[in-house]
C-alpha cells in the first residue's frame, strides 16, 4: 500500500483545513485496514491524531484532536481526509497518514502498529 498526503498549508488560528490521504495499490474495499494520522511539530515526537477502521468506520481520537477533527472515509475510491477545525497554533506539525491492515481498535494510537507510512504534509497554524 503506497499512502499519499495532501492538503496541508499555512493557516490562521480558528480556521480549518482538510487533509487527505490518498491509498493506492491495494483496494481497501471492505477491508479490516485502519488508517490513522499522526503529527509531528518541531522538536517534538511523533504523536497519534485520529484513526478510523476501514470497513467499520469506527473512530479513535487524541484528547487533543477530540471535538475539533473529524476523520473520514471517502465514499468512492481509497482516501481517507482529516477535516481540521478551530485550528491553533499547537496544531502545527507534519501530518502523516499510515495504514495497518487488520490492526484492532485498541491499537490504533499507536505509532508502532502501522506497516505503511506516507510522506507527511505540513499544517503551519499563525497566531
Known amino acids: 500500500v503506497q499512502l499519499q498526503a495532501s492538503g496541508g498549508g499555512l493557516v490562521q488560528a480558528g480556521d480549518s483545513l482538510r487533509l487527505s490521504c490518498a491509498a493506492s495499490?491495494?483496494?481497501?474495499?471492505?477491508?479490516?485496514?485502519?488508517l490513522a494520522w499522526f503529527r509531528q511539530a518541531p522538536g517534538k515526537e511523533r504523536e497519534f491524531a485520529a484513526a478510523?477502521?476501514?470497513?467499520?468506520?469506527?473512530?479513535v481520537y487524541a484528547e487533543a484532536t477530540k471535538g475539533r477533527f473529524t476523520i473520514s472515509r471517502g465514499k468512492a475510491g481509497n482516501t481517507v481526509y482529516l477535516q481540521m477545525n478551530s485550528l491553533k497554533p499547537e496544531d502545527t506539525a507534519v501530518y502523516y497518514c499510515?495504514?495497518?491492515?487488520?490492526?484492532?481498535?485498541?491499537?490504533?494510537?499507536?505509532?508502532?502498529?502501522?506497516?505503511?507510512w506516507g510522506q507527511g504534509t505540513l499544517v503551519t497554524v499563525s497566531s
Open positions: 499510515a495504514a495497518k491492515r487488520g490492526i484492532i481498535l485498541s491499537s490504533m494510537s499507536r505509532s508502532d502498529q502501522y506497516d505503511y
Open positions: 495499490g491495494r483496494t481497501l474495499g471492505n477491508s479490516n485496514y485502519g
Open positions: 478510523i477502521r476501514w470497513n467499520s468506520g469506527n473512530t
